[in-house]
C-alpha cells in the first residue's frame, strides 16, 4: 500500500540560482493586485508622504530617475513597515518647452511644423505623445520596484492640477503678486520664447572686445566704447561713462552720433558702469541688455528692438534688415572699418549664456512679459527655514538656499510656446479690458463676446511649484489635503533646488498657508566610472532598463545606493552592478542552505515537535549570542541611519552584517554543529532561521525583489501564522536590548581574529590548502571560551594540532610565526607550513636572480653614456626599478634569516 501523506517525508529545495527576471514581475503584480502600495487616510496612523518629483514627458526614464525612485521606495517602504499610512504619490510633467522641443523635431522628420498643424491639432499630438511617455514611465517606475500608489497618479495638465494653476494664476494677480510688464528677459531664437534665468546655462566663450569710435555730434572729438556684441550697436539710446571717471567728465551732456545709422543719442553718468572695463565708456542697449535696460528706466531712455523673435535684424536695424544677427555683426564691422571708426579688436573670454534645452545662444530682449513679484513670497519660504520648520539635508545647501532666495528677481512665468497651461487672461477687442479669470468667460464685462485669450503659456515650474498641494485636491478642501498635507519629504536633486523646491516653499505658503514638506533631502548625480557627467554625446550613458535586464532590479537599486550620501555625487562602474548582484546571490544561497538543513517533513512544513523557538539566552552557545547580539546591534545602528536619512550607510551596515558576519562566520559555525549532530547543544536552526527572516526584513526596503522571493520560500516551511501574507507588510525589525552580549562578542571576535590570522599567514607562505599547519594559542582570560571550539579552528583555519598555552612564559618554538592580536596570540612554526631546507633553498636562489637584475641595472645606471643620451624618463623608470628590486632583496633576506 502507498505510503500516506502524513508519513511521508519531503526534502524542501529552493531553486539552484536566483533568477531575477522570473521573480519581480510577479511580486510586483502581487504587491499591485493585493493594494500594498494604496495609503488610505486613518486617523489612528501618523502619515508619512512624499510626492513624486513628476518626470518629464519627454522619453523615457533615466538612472537620474532610477535613483530618485529608489531612494523614495526605500523611505516609503520602511514606513509602511513601521505602520505608518504611507502615501506615495506618483506623477509626470508635461515638461513644457522640453516636450514641445521633442515633438517639433518628430514634426520636422515628417516634413511639417506646428505651424502647419495649427494649434489645436498640434496640442492633440503633444496630449497623444504625453500619454505614450506616461505609460511609459509608469511601466519603467513598477520595473524599479516602486511601490507608489498608482490610484492615485496625476499630469500636471489633468483637470484638477490645471484647476489649481488658473486659480492660483488669479489669486497672486488680485494680490498684486502677477504683473504684465515690459522687461529685459533671455530669448531662445531657437525655442522662440522667454526664458527664466534658471533656463539658461552659462558657458565661457573666447570672443572679442570691440573698440568703436563714437564721434560728437557738435565740434570736433569722439569717446571711443569696448563692446563683445557689436550688431547691437544699432539698439543704443545712449552711451554712459561713470560720473567719478575724470577721463569723461567733460563729456557727460553732450552727444554723439551712433555708427551705421547716424542717430543722435546723449552721453549719460551711472553709477552702474565699470570704469576698469574697456575705455570706461560703454554703449547703452535697453531691449536687449538687463543691465542697460535698469539704467534706461532710471534715465528714461527710450527702448530701440533691432531683432525678430528669429534673431534676425528687424527694420530698425536700418540698411541691415533681415540679416543673422551673426551675419549683420560681421557687415557691421566691415563697415566700422570702412569708415574708420573700429579702433581695435582684442581677445576677450566671456560668459554667454546659452538655452538649456537646445543649447542656442540666447538673446536678451526687451519684451511684454508675465512676472511674478517673488521678493514678498521669499521672505515667509526664507523665515521657514530660519527657524526649522523646514530642514534641508544635507546642511550645507540650506546656505545656499538661503543665498538665493534673499537675492531672488522677478520670476518671468510666460513662455511664448503652444504646449503647457494657458494664461488664463482674456482681451477685450472691443474695450481692450483685460479678464483674469479661472473660468474661461463668455464676454466681456462691457457686453462684447469679441474676447481672445493670451497666447501665451506659463512656465512649466509654475505649475510643479503647486505639485505639493494641486495633487491633493487643491483649491477644494478635500480629506486628502487635510490628513497628508504637509507632506513630510521631498526628495529630489540638487540640481533643481531653485527650479523647483524654493517655488514650491514659497507657493505652498502662499496658497495653503503651510510648509508643503518639513524636510527637503537632496541627492547628488550618478556620474560614469570615471566621475564624468553622463550625455548622449560622450556616449557613457547607462540605460537603467539595460541594466535590470543585465543584472536585475535588486542589484541596480544596490549600485546606485549604496554608500552614497545626501548631495554628493556618486560613480557607477559595471563592478558596482556586479557587487549587487553577488550580494543577492550571497543572500539567496544562505538562504537556500538554510532552508535546506531544516528537517524534512510532510510536504512543505517541518516535522511535528520541531520547534523553531529561540532557546533561553543562558542555554544558548557563545556563537548564537554573539549573533544575536550583532543583529541586535545591527537592527538598532540601521534605524538610527534610517532616522539620519543615511540611507546609503544604512544599506551597507546591513550587507557588512549578512555579508561579512552571518555568511561568512555564523552560518560556517552552524555548519560545524549541524555535521555533528547530537544533542548535546541545541540545533542552531531557530537562530539561523531568526537571524535570516530578521534580515530580510531589514533588507526589504532596498532590495525588495529577493527578499520577498526568500521570505516566502522560508514562510513555505515555517509552521507561524504571525508571518502575515507578505514582507512587504511586516513589521520593521526593532532592536532588542536584551540581545546585547558584549562578553560573547569578545569571544567570537577573538576566535574570528584567530582564524583570519591564521588563513592569512597559510596565503603569505603559500601554503596548500589541503595541507595541515600547526598552530599554539594564548588567550589568557579568554583560553577556556576559546579553547571550546578547538574543532571549529582546526575545521576553518585548516590548522592541526591546535595547542593552547596556558601563559605566555611557556612560549612558542624559536622557527614558529608569532601573531600579536587584540585578545591572544598565535604562533605558527614554520616547519609545518614549508619545507624550511626546500624553502631555504628557493629563497637562496630567488635572491641570487634578484641580486644579478640588480647588479646589471646599477652598472647601466653608471654608464654616462646611457645617462646623457637616455630621455629623462626612461633613466627614470630604471632608477624605480633598481629601488624595487633592492626592497625585494631585502625582504627576501628578512625570510631566510
Not at 513644457?96 to 521633442?102: E, F, L
Not at 558657458?203 to 563714437?214: A, E, N, P
Not at 518671468?412 to 482674456?426: A, D, F
Not at 536619512?645 to 557588512?656: L, M, P, R, S, V
Amino acid at each position: 500500500m502507498a505510503e500516506s501523506l502524513e508519513t511521508k517525508t519531503v526534502k524542501y529545495e529552493m531553486p539552484r540560482a536566483y533568477e531575477p527576471g522570473q521573480v519581480e514581475q510577479k511580486w510586483y503584480r502581487s504587491w499591485l493586485e493585493k493594494g500594498y502600495f494604496h495609503a488610505g487616510i486613518d486617523p489612528a496612523k501618523k502619515p508619512f508622504v512624499i510626492i513624486m518629483p513628476p518626470p518629464n514627458v519627454t522619453g523615457e526614464l533615466h538612472l537620474g530617475h532610477a535613483l530618485t525612485a529608489t531612494l523614495e521606495d526605500i523611505m516609503v517602504r520602511w514606513h509602511r513597515m513601521k505602520g505608518e499610512a504611507a502615501l506615495w504619490l506618483p506623477g509626470v510633467d508635461h515638461a513644457g518647452i522640453a516636450a514641445q522641443v521633442v515633438v517639433e523635431r518628430q514634426l520636422a522628420k515628417e516634413g511639417t511644423s506646428r505651424y502647419q498643424l495649427g494649434r489645436e491639432k498640434f496640442e492633440a499630438r503633444m496630449r497623444q505623445w504625453a500619454a505614450q511617455c506616461r505609460e511609459t514611465i509608469r511601466v519603467q517606475h513598477q520595473r524599479l520596484g516602486a511601490s507608489a500608489d498608482w490610484a492615485r497618479e496625476c499630469f500636471t495638465m489633468d483637470e484638477g492640477p490645471s484647476r489649481a494653476v488658473r486659480t492660483a494664476f488669479v489669486r497672486l494677480y488680485e494680490k498684486g503678486l502677477i504683473y504684465r510688464g515690459e522687461r529685459t528677459v533671455n530669448w531662445c531664437p531657437r525655442c522662440a520664447t522667454a526664458l527664466s534665468d534658471l533656463e539658461v546655462e552659462h558657458k565661457d566663450i573666447q570672443g572679442h572686445l570691440y573698440y568703436v569710435r563714437y564721434h560728437l555730434a557738435e565740434g570736433d572729438g569722439f569717446i571711443t566704447v569696448a563692446t563683445t556684441r557689436p550688431e547691437t550697436i544699432l539698439g543704443d539710446t545712449a552711451v554712459a561713462v561713470n560720473p567719478g571717471d575724470e577721463r569723461h567728465k567733460a563729456l557727460i551732456g553732450k552727444k554723439v552720433i551712433l555708427p551705421a545709422v547716424k542717430r543722435i543719442i546723449p552721453i549719460i553718468a551711472d553709477e552702474a558702469v565699470d570704469p576698469a572695463f574697456g575705455t570706461g565708456a560703454v554703449k547703452i542697449t535697453p531691449s536687449h541688455d538687463p543691465v542697460d535696460f535698469e539704467v534706461a528706466q532710471r534715465h528714461r531712455l527710450p527702448l530701440v528692438n533691432i531683432m525678430n523673435p528669429d534673431a534676425t535684424m528687424n527694420e530698425n536695424a536700418g540698411p541691415y534688415k533681415g540679416l543673422d544677427r551673426y551675419a549683420c555683426r560681421k557687415a557691421i564691422l566691415a563697415d566700422l572699418e570702412r569708415d574708420g571708426l573700429l579702433v581695435k579688436i582684442d581677445p576677450h573670454t566671456h560668459a554667454v549664456g546659452h538655452c538649456d534645452r537646445c543649447q542656442t545662444i540666447v538673446e536678451p530682449v526687451a519684451s511684454q512679459q508675465w512676472f511674478v513679484k517673488t521678493a514678498q513670497l521669499a521672505q515667509p519660504a526664507i523665515q521657514s527655514v530660519l527657524d526649522g520648520r523646514i530642514t534641508i539635508i544635507p546642511e550645507r545647501y540650506g546656505k545656499v538656499y538661503l543665498n538665493w532666495m534673499e537675492n531672488i528677481r522677478d520670476w518671468c512665468i510666460s513662455r511664448q510656446l503652444w504646449w503647457g497651461h494657458r494664461i488664463p487672461v482674456w482681451y477685450c477687442r472691443d474695450c481692450d479690458e483685460m479678464i483674469v479669470s479661472v473660468r474661461e468667460p463668455v464676454a466681456c464685462h462691457c457686453g462684447s463676446a469679441n474676447i481672445e485669450q493670451d497666447p501665451d503659456v506659463l512656465d512649466t515650474w509654475f505649475s510643479s511649484a503647486l505639485w505639493t498641494h494641486s495633487t491633493l485636491g487643491w483649491p477644494d478642501d478635500t480629506p486628502e489635503l487635510r490628513y497628508f498635507y504637509p507632506t513630510t519629504v521631498m526628495e529630489t536633486a540638487y540640481d533643481i533646488i531653485f527650479f523647483w523646491v524654493a517655488r514650491m516653499i514659497m507657493m505652498g505658503l502662499e496658497d495653503i498657508g503651510q510648509i508643503p514638506f518639513r524636510t527637503v533631502y537632496l541627492h547628488g548625480l550618478i556620474r560614469d566610472e570615471k566621475g564624468e557627467k553622463m550625455s548622449k554625446v560622450k556616449g557613457n550613458v547607462l540605460n537603467p532598463l539595460d541594466l535590470l535586464e543585465k543584472y536585475g532590479t535588486d542589484a541596480l537599486r544596490f549600485a546606485i545606493s549604496t554608500g552614497t550620501a545626501p548631495g554628493n555625487d556618486s560613480k557607477l562602474a559595471p563592478s558596482r552592478l556586479e557587487a549587487g548582484r553577488n550580494f543577492a546571490n550571497k543572500l539567496w544561497n544562505a538562504a537556500r542552505f538554510i532552508i535546506g538543513s531544516l528537517p524534512a517533513g510532510s510536504g512543505r512544513s517541518l516535522p511535528l515537535g520541531f520547534s523553531l523557538k529561540v532557546q533561553p539566552e543562558g542555554q544558548l552557545p557563545v556563537e548564537d549570542r554573539w549573533i544575536l547580539s550583532r543583529l541586535s546591534r545591527t537592527i538598532a545602528t540601521v534605524n538610527e541611519q534610517m532616522e539620519g536619512f543615511q540611507f546609503g550607510e544604512a544599506e551597507k551596515t546591513i550587507h557588512d552584517f549578512l555579508w561579512g558576519e552571518f555568511c561568512d562566520w555564523y552560518i560556517e559555525f552552524a555548519k560545524i554543529r549541524l555535521r555533528a549532530g547530537g544533542t548535546e547543544v541545541p540545533s542552531p536552526a531557530p537562530v539561523l532561521v531568526h537571524v535570516l527572516e530578521s534580515s530580510l526584513r531589514l533588507l526589504h526596503p532596498f532590495m525588495p525583489f529577493v527578499t520577498e522571493e526568500i521570505w516566502q520560500n522560508l514562510k513555505a516551511r515555517l509552521p507561524s501564522p504571525d508571518l502575515g501574507e507578505s514582507i512587504m507588510v511586516a513589521p520593521y525589525p526593532q532592536a532588542q536590548a536584551g540581545n546585547i552580549d558584549p562578553e560573547a562578542e569578545r569571544v567570537m571576535d577573538t576566535l574570528i581574529e584567530i582564524v583570519h590570522a591564521i588563513r592569512n599567514t597559510r596565503a603569505q607562505y603559500k601554503v596548500e590548502p589541503s595541507k595541515w599547519v600547526e598552530s599554539q594559542i594564548y588567550a589568557g582570560e579568554l583560553a577556556s571560551a576559546i579553547a571550546a571550539y578547538t574543532q571549529t579552528i582546526e575545521a576553518l583555519a585548516r590548522t592541526r594540532p591546535v595547542t593552547f598555552l596556558a601563559n605566555k612564559a611557556e612560549g612558542a618554538r624559536e622557527d614558529a610565526v608569532v601573531l600579536v592580536l587584540k585578545d591572544a596570540e598565535v604562533a605558527i612554526p614554520i616547519g609545518s607550513m614549508v619545507d624550511l631546507a626546500a624553502e631555504r633553498k628557493r629563497l637562496e636562489q630567488e635572491i641570487e636572480q634578484t641580486q644579478n637584475k640588480a647588479s646589471r641595472l646599477e652598472a647601466r645606471l653608471r654608464d654616462e653614456a646611457f645617462l646623457t643620451r637616455a630621455p629623462a624618463a626612461v633613466v627614470d623608470k630604471e632608477r624605480q626599478k633598481l629601488q624595487a628590486l633592492q626592497d625585494k632583496l631585502g625582504r627576501l633576506k628578512e625570510k631566510i634569516s
